[in-house]
Structures are given as C-alpha cells and as structure tokens.
C-alpha cells in the first residue's frame, strides 16, 4: 500500500516566509509477493502437461510358436515376407515358403520411391483383393495383405522405422515383426550370390 510521510523540518524558513510541506512516497510491495505466488500457483495448476507421443507396435504375445500360428492363419496368397538386411537392402517374397521343394522367388529391392518395397507392397494388396473378389476357392471375401518383417543382425534401426511407415503409409493392418531364421538367413545368401551386383 501507498503510504505518504512527511519529513522534519519543513517549518518556517526565514522571516516571514512559510514554504509548502515536502512530503515522499513510499510504496509498500509486499502484497505484490502474495499475488506473484498466487499467479504462479494458479499457472501450474490449470497447466495441461504435455504428453508423451510414442509409436505403437503391435507384438505378437507368443513369441515361440508364432510362426507356426501364422502358417495355421494365414493363406498363401495374403502372406509377404519381408526380410531387412545389411545395408539398407530388402528382400522380400510372397507366399508362406513353408515347402522346401519349391523355395520362394527372393526379390532385393530398397526403400525408394520407384521400385522399392512400398511398390511390392501396392502390388500384393492389389492381387490379394482381385483374388478375393473373383470367389476364388479357399478365398474368403475377409482375407486381408499378412506382412511378416523379419530383421536381420545386420540391419539398421532406421530400417524397422521405415517398414513400419511404410505399413502405415499402405494401410496394412495385419503385419508382425518376428525373429528370422536360418532358413531365411540362406534365401538372402542365395538371392546376393545370385545377383553379382549385390555386394
């Protein structure tokens, strides 16, 4: 609060001269205080906390036989896997492999914008709805694109990042991120010796 006091000697000065009172002021802040406390009480209770944006992976919850889940579920013709390897590189092919007389057809490819996995991905939606769609026996109008990714110990973190956007980005609902296998470990050694530009 404002307060006015006067200071001494501010009487008469000389003969017959009567000068004015000089007074000061002096403001009191402590009330101030109280309101700057209570303003800042009152920010940090109507503050929204921020909070935390995270990615949502959906894991399979047995992990020991959900490869032998996914061959019992899945029909040959929704299913892709795709393999991430060293360098950037992936490999992918379609069906279930589980027929080591015929060994899937391994296609090498990266993540670009032509020809990469995104169009592989573009192409078995659009086989496995056009199938669907003709009745085909064995086929059933639910079926949906299964995508099983398998990284490698010589891939990247990047490249799970990216595959998983790359299933946001096609609206792939059903996919799972799995351990990969010897057996694949071989299909990605055949597919680099096949292919003598890949190193």
Known sequence: MAEIQEKPGGGKQGPGVKK?????????LTPMVDLGFLLITF???TTTMSKPKTMEINMP????????????????YTAMTVLLSKQNRVYYYTGLADDPMNPPNVQVTYFQNNNGIRDAIIALKK?????RGNGMPG?????????????????QYDDIVNILDEMNINGITTYALVDITEVDRDFIKKTEEANAGVQ
């Open 43 to 45: 920010f940090i209770f």
């Open 61 to 76: 919850v047995d992990k020991e036989d959900i490869e032998e889940k996914d061959k019992n579920k899945v029909k040959d």
């Open 20 to 28: 004015p009172k000089k007074l000061s002021t002096r403001i009191d």
């Open 139 to 155: 086929h059933n109008i639910k079926d949906e694109p299964v995508i099983l990714i398998k990284p490698d110990t010589s891939s």
């Open 127 to 131: 086989r496995v709805y056009e199938e």
